[in-house]
């Protein structure tokens, strides 16, 4: 059984930024793609950024050059450190690992965080 636990979310002025994290248990992260998604009030979920299996991270282009996800494989944990941080960032942000090779599409993605708020204040 796979878990995966965010942490880090919280409330933040606009051109702030947070770090956030999801801390892997059950399997190592080496084994899967490690996305991060955003789902916003009353709209749908929507990419933001994923890493794995040593390819180059893919970043929605609404959050690149802002946002970088890396991985820590001693720690089993992946990261998503937000910068330049606008309004239209806050969302419930959660982590998820994909067994396959399909970055994008959430609904490859076979175990999820619960997911951690993020709020932009201006």
């Known amino acids: 059984q796979v878990q995966l636990v965010e942490s880090g979310g919280g409330l933040v002025q606009a051109g702030g930024s947070l770090r956030l994290s999801c801390g892997i248990s059950?399997?190592?992260?080496?084994?899967?793609?490690m996305g991060w998604f955003r789902q916003a009030p009353g709209k749908e979920r929507e990419f933001v950024a994923a890493?794995?299996?040593?390819?180059?991270?893919y970043y929605s282009d609404s959050m690149k050059g802002r946002f970088t996800v890396a991985t820590d494989t001693a720690k089993n944990t992946v990261y998503l450190q937000m910068t330049s941080l606008k309004r239209e960032d806050t969302a419930i942000y959660y982590c998820?690992?994909?067994?396959?090779?399909?970055?994008?599409?959430?609904?490859?993605?076979?175990?999820w965080g619960q997911g951690t708020q993020v709020t932009v204040s201006s």
């Open positions: 998820a690992a994909n067994p396959g090779s399909a970055v994008f599409d959430s609904r490859l993605y076979v175990f």
């Open positions: 059950g399997r190592t992260l080496r084994n899967y793609i």
């Open positions: 890493i794995g299996r040593g390819t180059d991270p």
